[in-house]
């Protein structure tokens, strides 16, 4: 079938179920980093609550940068073209935590582990998101996105 100028074809669907996934993970991260926050604030020690926190925000930058630098290299590559990422890219985000958190570690400011808690927001939002689509799957008998 030739592809029109109205018709985007299937990259299209691709494209936004992948940005919705992209946006629930998001959302899910920022839901569990607050949650966690908030329920340290009156239990736990300040230095234990600011490192989740910076666990938490960096997580969440950590993705971002992920989910926009990938990006930008596939629509590159599909496009056509070289694209200008290059591993260095992807190395120099993880020795930006690297620095961040043994700095706040350094001056005393936020517990290793409790910052190592909130950098683990990723896999409390894909635990969230495989229950999701379990659930569509299963109960609903369908699988949607």
Request: proline share 2%.
């Amino acid at each position: 079938m030739k592809q029109s100028p109205d018709n985007a074809g299937a990259g299209v669907l691709t494209e936004m179920r992948n940005k919705t996934i992209d946006t629930r993970i998001f959302r899910t991260m920022a839901i569990a980093v607050s949650v966690a926050v908030i329920a340290s604030v009156p239990f736990a020690h300040w230095r234990i609550t600011t490192g989740l926190l910076l666990g938490g925000l960096l997580s969440l930058v950590n993705h971002y940068w992920l989910i926009s630098s990938t990006t930008a290299a596939f629509n590159v590559v599909a496009y056509g073209g070289k694209p200008r990422l290059s591993l260095a890219h992807y190395i120099l985000r993880y020795f930006f935590v690297a620095i961040v958190v043994v700095a706040a570690y350094k001056f005393n400011l936020v517990s290793l582990v409790a910052t190592i808690a909130g950098l683990c927001s990723f896999v409390v939002a894909l635990f969230a998101e495989a229950f999701r689509e379990f659930y569509f799957a299963i109960i609903h008998r369908e699988e949607i996105s």
